[in-house]
């Protein structure tokens, strides 16, 4: 069954505002991770946040952690067109060699 | 100084026909790994190996066999492709399994007429 699922499924903003995207899961975690794919690409590591952390920042990505609420979110402060691309997130299982399992996805486009 | 690459980057192909993709990375990592991405774009594990051993083989047709024949590289080979095949296979590579940062190929497009 799905681990992580992330809301909403799309997401069209103006260049220059925020962007939120959000990732629940099921079961416990030891990691969360983010994950951008740009169209005809593969997937690029983003950030890691691990699960006794609350928040972590990587320039503008800010990444929140609430492992009582099973759910993280992704916020993309001062966005532009190049950020326009679809977001996953991925959680991890038990043991270091578990399979990583990634939400469907939210896709964001950035109107210049 | 691609990281992950994988050929070919498309494939066009009949019903019934046996194919391979091949992936290499050039990142001394020591995990790899295939994902399957459907229309939708739902990413789904298929296989990962670690050191040249399977680790994880999720629930996935036997027509499907990977192959691992050193740390740096990691094949998948379709027997008899069926309609239900067509997607966007991803590789990627990982130092420590799946808990590190993953580093993916650009893809191949399969499409079954």
């Known amino acids: 069954s799905q681990q992580g699922e992330e809301d909403p499924q799309a997401l069209s903003i103006q260049e220059g505002e925020n962007a939120t995207m959000n990732c629940s899961y099921k079961?416990?975690?030891?990691?969360l991770q983010w994950y951008r794919q740009n169209s005809g690409r593969g997937l690029v590591h983003l950030i890691l946040i691990r699960s006794n952390e609350r928040e972590k920042h990587s320039g503008r990505l800010r990444v929140t952690l609430d492992t009582s609420k099973k759910s993280s979110s992704l916020l993309i402060t001062a966005s532009r067109a190049a950020d326009t691309a679809s977001y996953f997130c991925?959680?991890?299982?038990?043991?270091?060699?578990?399979?990583?399992?990634f939400g469907p996805g939210t896709s964001l486009s950035v109107i210049p | 100084d691609t990281a992950v690459s994988q050929t070919p980057k498309y494939l066009v192909t009949q019903m019934g026909n046996d194919k391979s993709i091949k992936c290499e990375q050039n990142?001394?990592?020591?995990?790899m790994y295939w994902y399957k991405q459907d229309s939708k774009k739902f990413l789904k594990i298929m296989f990962s190996?670690?050191?040249?051993?399977?680790?994880i083989n999720e629930t996935v047709p036997n027509r499907f066999s990977p192959k691992s024949p050193d740390k740096a590289h990691l094949n998948l080979h379709i027997n008899s492709l069926e309609l239900g095949d067509s997607a966007v296979y991803f590789c990627a590579s990982s130092n420590g399994g799946g808990r590190k940062p993953q580093h993916f190929g650009d893809g191949t497009r399969l499409s079954i007429l």
């Open positions: 990142l001394g990592h020591d995990t």
């Open positions: 190996y670690n050191n040249k051993e399977l680790i």
């Open positions: 991925a959680t991890d299982g038990k043991t270091s060699y578990d399979k990583v399992i």
């Open positions: 079961t416990s975690i030891n990691n």
